[in-house]
């Protein structure tokens, strides 16, 4: 008796020790998630961008919009002086800013696009104190999407989006209905799934240690990010958000991207598969982690330009489905 006494105790004291760690891993992953390095943007980039712009003899303007709680967004507005009456909403990753799409940016442009590349909130150049995975992003996609839709008054608006952007992208969808088509890369399913990952990668395990052993950590970022500062991750949830939309959706995931594996794009095309007549997935091989450009550029394009293309809605204003 007295053994398996010491046993007990010892077993509640380890579990204790085990649920503190937990709670002190919770609260330092919550506080590094909302508040990413900020990459700030630099005139060398600006200058590449302004030299990427004359190149496709198109025009770079600094915009900004006003968001829901009145944080100021910035970001550039590049438009061809010749080209099709279409834009695309470029939207980036976590810790990084407007930079991180000037690629894809090159590439509408060459196509005749005209493009918008924002800075997201607390990120950039944008204001905002909390980075919050869409509970607030997806309101400040919305306002992009009015301004592009009165500033430049396309034929069609769409969307393109990697990582955070890419969830970001698709948790507008709700509030963004006039988006013509979107393309997704890389996105989480939810910010709960998220976090199983990305917690259990530090590790070096999959997302069952997330969902298991750390599973207490993750409850208890999310209670902190409730009480600390009035934010309910739950709503961070693009397989949701996608499922009250009927925009066009294409999503890529790599079968090869260890930083979001692809079953959340597989999770979000498995609950939405029955409800919107357009929503594709495609996994190449070889991609990591908003890695399809880099791993097939030419099957890339033709599915980027082609997604746009085949959703088009001529003769119709932006925003009036």
């Known amino acids: 008796m007295n053994i398996m006494r010491i046993s007990l105790r010892r077993i509640a004291i380890f579990v204790g020790i085990w649920l503190v760690l937990c709670m002190a891993i919770g609260v330092v992953a919550t ?46 507005s590049i438009r061809p002086l010749h080209g099709k009456a279409d834009a695309v909403i470029l939207l980036h990753g976590v810790a990084d800013n407007r930079m991180g799409m000037i690629g894809y ?10 493009v918008l590349l924002p800075d997201a909130r607390a990120h950039g150049e944008s204001g905002g104190e909390l980075a919050t995975y869409g509970v607030k992003e997806a309101g400040d996609v919305r306002r992009w999407y009015d301004w592009v839709e009165q500033a430049e008054r396309p034929r069609c608006i769409d969307g393109l989006g990697n990582s955070m952007g890419a969830a970001l992208l698709l948790e507008s969808l709700p509030a963004a209905p006039g988006f013509c088509a979107v393309v997704a890369e890389s996105p989480f399913a939810n910010f709960r799934e998220a976090s199983y990952d990305r917690l259990a990668e530090r590790l070096g395990a999959g997302a069952w240690l997330g969902r298991t052993l750390l599973r207490p950590a993750v409850e208890t970022g999310f209670l902190y990010a409730r009480w600390k500062y009035g934010l309910d991750l739950e709503q961070a949830s693009p397989e949701n958000a996608v499922a009250a939309s009927s925009v066009p959706v294409l999503l890529i995931h790599g079968l090869k991207d260890t930083n979001l594996p692809s079953r959340h794009s597989e999770m979000i095309l498995a609950r939405n598969k029955n409800r919107i007549p357009a929503l594709e997935l495609w996994e190449p091989a070889e991609a990591v982690h908003t890695g399809a450009a880099a791993a097939e550029p030419e099957e890339y394009e033709r599915r980027l330009l082609g997604w746009f293309q085949s959703h088009d809605a001529p003769g119709e204003t932006a925003g009036r489905p």
């Open 105 to 114: 940016a090159d590439l509408l442009l060459r196509h005749g696009y005209a």
């Open 31 to 76: 506080q590094w998630a909302l508040h990413p390095w900020r990459r700030a943007l630099t005139p060398q980039a600006e200058a590449l961008a302004q030299a990427i712009a004359a190149r496709d003899d198109a025009v770079l303007s600094e915009v900004s919009v006003t968001a829901d709680d009145g944080t100021t967004l910035r970001g550039w």
